[in-house]
């Protein structure tokens, strides 16, 4: 599905109606000088909806209009179209809408800078999200620019021909709803634990890259791109084995003295149990090692699920969904 897109449309294509409108919805920021004078000045964004996601728009030598389309006509973002153009209807009809100004709704006079383009995937919960967030965190995809910050691995962050971020759908939901930018239902919310999210963000240049027009692509043209970014990734994962995890520790590690430390505790963890395996050693060198040991993709679970451990290899399938219905909540 299509998860956000920008469009800009140069002022001149507006009605002076239009343009007079806007003038008086829009904010401007200013930078004055000690002396008075007007240094500079920018358009600055004004959200459609303070109650939810919706689209913000700003107004300036150009209409820029951006957000998720999938908020303009549901009450949260999981799942919504891929079809671009049908996506842009969405957001033109949300803002005329909320707005009561009329704009072209001629894809040709717009420009699109950004577009995210996400599959869902039905892990079948918490667990199997978190363990396969732990393994992207160490995938070589993108060599040097993956990033892990809480719930989400990033590759590319900054680029603005492509990049893309991994998240657990459960945690971002349970954010924007208790900032009230997003509604679930009971029902939804507990099939979402079930969500890991691939998005791949397309950028500005991607889009001066490309030979076709923005409002030309179709869905298979984006799955392609996405299936891309992610081939990989994107059809099964498969946690660390007992025979691998050493040498994932050894290149996650600060020093292969530490990975084999840390190795040792892992397998003490296995013999006497978490808290025995605890007990058995100094409280910093414990957390060195646990530190270690997620890092490497052993999760806080794993280490505490009361059990004596036994490390196999576990296989993670990535079922796609682009409706509630096909997620299998338990």
Same mark, same amino acid.
């Given at each position: 599905?299509?998860?956000?897109?920008?469009?800009?449309?140069?002022?001149?294509?507006?009605?002076?109606?239009?343009?007079?409108?806007?003038?008086?919805?829009?904010?401007?920021?200013?930078? %004055?000088?000690?002396?008075?004078?007007?240094?500079?000045? %920018?358009?600055?964004?004004?959200?459609?909806?303070?109650?939810?996601?919706?689209?913000?728009?700003?107004?300036?030598?150009?209409?820029?209009?951006?957000?998720?389309?999938?908020?303009?006509?549901?009450?949260?973002?999981?799942?919504?179209?891929?079809?671009?153009?049908?996506?842009?209807?969405?957001?033109?009809?949300?803002?005329?809408?909320?707005?009561?100004?009329?704009?072209?709704?001629?894809?040709?006079?717009?420009?699109?800078?950004?577009?995210?383009?996400?599959?869902?995937?039905?892990?079948?919960?918490?667990?199997?999200?978190?363990?396969?967030?732990?393994?992207?965190?160490?995938?070589?995809?993108?060599?040097?620019?993956?990033?892990?910050?809480?719930?989400?691995?990033?590759?590319?962050?900054?680029?603005?021909?492509?990049?893309?971020?991994?998240?657990?759908?459960?945690?971002?939901?349970?954010?924007?709803?208790?900032?009230?930018?997003?509604?679930?239902?009971?029902?939804?919310?507990?099939?979402?634990?079930?969500?890991?999210?691939?998005?791949?963000?397309?950028?500005?240049?991607?889009?001066?890259?490309?030979?076709?027009?923005?409002?030309?692509?179709?869905?298979?043209?984006?799955?392609?791109?996405?299936?891309?970014?992610?081939?990989?990734?994107?059809?099964?994962?498969?946690?660390?084995?007992?025979?691998?995890?050493?040498?994932?520790?050894?290149?996650?590690?600060?020093?292969?003295?530490?990975?084999?430390?840390?190795?040792?505790?892992?397998?003490?963890?296995?013999?006497?149990?978490?808290?025995?395996?605890?007990?058995?050693?100094?409280?910093?060198?414990?957390?060195?090692?646990?530190?270690?040991?997620?890092?490497?993709?052993?999760?806080?679970?794993?280490?505490?699920?009361?059990?004596?451990?036994?490390?196999?290899?576990?296989?993670?399938?990535?079922?796609?969904?682009?409706?509630?219905?096909?997620?299998?909540?338990?």
């Amino acid at each position: 599905m299509l998860d956000w897109l920008t469009l800009k449309l140069e002022a001149h294509h507006l009605t002076e109606s239009s343009r007079n409108q806007l003038d008086n919805v829009s904010s401007m920021i200013q930078k %004055v000088s000690p002396e008075g004078e007007i240094l500079w000045n %920018v358009s600055s964004f004004e959200s459609l909806r303070s109650d939810m996601q919706g689209i913000a728009y700003s107004f300036g030598t150009e209409l820029i209009l951006a957000g998720s389309p999938a908020s303009c006509i549901s009450d949260n973002n999981v799942f919504g179209t891929n079809e671009p153009i049908k996506a842009f209807h969405q957001m033109i009809m949300f803002f005329r809408g909320v707005t009561g100004i009329e704009i072209p709704t001629d894809p040709t006079l717009w420009k699109c800078t950004r577009m995210d383009v996400t599959q869902n995937y039905d892990l079948g919960g918490q667990i199997a999200v978190n363990q396969a967030l732990d393994y992207l965190r160490h995938a070589t995809t993108r060599g040097r620019n993956t990033e892990r910050r809480q719930s989400t691995v990033y590759w590319n962050k900054t680029s603005s021909l492509r990049s893309a971020k991994a998240y657990n759908k459960f945690e971002h939901a349970k954010v924007v709803t208790a900032k009230n930018r997003a509604h679930y239902t009971k029902q939804q919310l507990n099939a979402v634990k079930n969500i890991l999210r691939l998005e791949l963000k397309l950028g500005r240049h991607w889009f001066l890259r490309k030979d076709i027009n923005w409002y030309q692509l179709t869905p298979e043209n984006l799955l392609s791109e996405h299936e891309n970014f992610f081939k990989s990734i994107s059809s099964n994962l498969e946690v660390p084995t007992m025979d691998s995890l050493l040498n994932v520790l050894i290149n996650s590690c600060p020093t292969e003295g530490q990975a084999k430390s840390a190795f040792d505790f892992y397998l003490r963890i296995r013999q006497l149990g978490h808290e025995s395996a605890k007990r058995s050693v100094p409280l910093p060198t414990y957390y060195r090692h646990t530190r270690n040991l997620r890092n490497a993709g052993i999760t806080n679970a794993d280490m505490n699920s009361g059990e004596i451990l036994s490390f196999r290899p576990k296989l993670i399938t990535m079922t796609p969904v682009n409706d509630w219905h096909e997620i299998n909540v338990a």
